[in-house]
């Protein structure tokens, strides 16, 4: 699949999952914005792409904030006054006890996590279909259908996505503009070879993710060629939440 002068978007892509993304479509020719908060990483990261021989530019941006958001569209718009790709996939996340998580900290994995959202794909389809449409990839969790205890607020907000998601497709859709999701399940994005052999045997898939796993699945819900997806979610995360587990 190549992806040669499409203008991409990722948010939060100075690291991890985010990078891996932004890192992909480069190397399919696409000109790449690395959106991201932390100054440090987002310009490492865009080093990094074009020392590979991809294109791409920083914009710092802290996605809870609505005005930063603007402004980044508005730089895209300036620079080459079309977008073809969104991923959104800047988040945070906090463990606390429903008992304790205050308002404040639910208002700031929200307004991080699902506000931002909304607002970065609506900002981004005002773009897409001046120049005739374009695709959305909303980063999601499989803590979306499961969870541990005391991740009421990202649960929520990952839930959310989803709901978003299809809301966002049918009502962008006659502007050709497809939104699609994907949830990860455990993506390790630190040191892989620490892994223990029990942490790749609890998957069916015999391995637990990499960043690149989920790279490649934006790849092909935002190929053209692949038009009739739309409003779904893909779920990436070896089998994980399929497989039964009982305690012996």
Request: proline share 4%.
């Amino acid at each position: 699949m190549s992806f040669a002068n499409k203008i991409v978007v990722v948010t939060g892509a100075g690291r991890g999952i985010d990078f891996a993304v932004a890192s992909l479509y480069a190397a399919r020719g696409a000109h790449v914005v690395v959106a991201e908060q932390n100054r440090e990483s987002g310009e490492a990261a865009v080093s990094a792409i074009t020392a590979a021989g991809g294109t791409a530019v920083f914009h710092p941006v802290d996605v809870s904030v609505p005005a930063e958001i603007e402004a980044l569209m508005r730089m895209v718009s300036s620079r080459w006054n079309r977008l073809d790709i969104l991923v959104n996939n800047a988040g945070i996340s906090q463990w606390a006890s429903p008992y304790e998580l205050s308002v404040e900290e639910w208002d700031r994995i929200l307004n991080t996590n699902l506000r931002s959202v909304f607002l970065c794909s609506r900002e981004a389809a005002k773009l897409m279909r001046q120049s005739g449409g374009g695709a959305i990839i909303n980063i999601a969790s499989t803590r979306a259908h499961m969870s541990e205890p005391h991740s009421e607020a990202y649960a929520a907000s990952k839930g959310g996505i989803l709901a978003l998601t299809h809301a966002l497709a049918v009502s962008l859709g006659p502007d050709n503009i497809r939104v699609n999701a994907i949830s990860p399940g455990w993506i390790e994005t630190g040191d892989y070879y620490a892994l223990r052999p029990e942490d790749h045997h609890q998957h069916p898939a015999g391995r637990v993710g990499k960043p690149e796993d989920i790279a490649r699945a934006c790849l092909f819900l935002t190929d053209e060629g692949n038009d009739f997806v739309t409003g779904a979610e893909l779920v990436i995360d070896g089998g994980m939440t399929r497989k039964m587990i009982y305690v012996p």
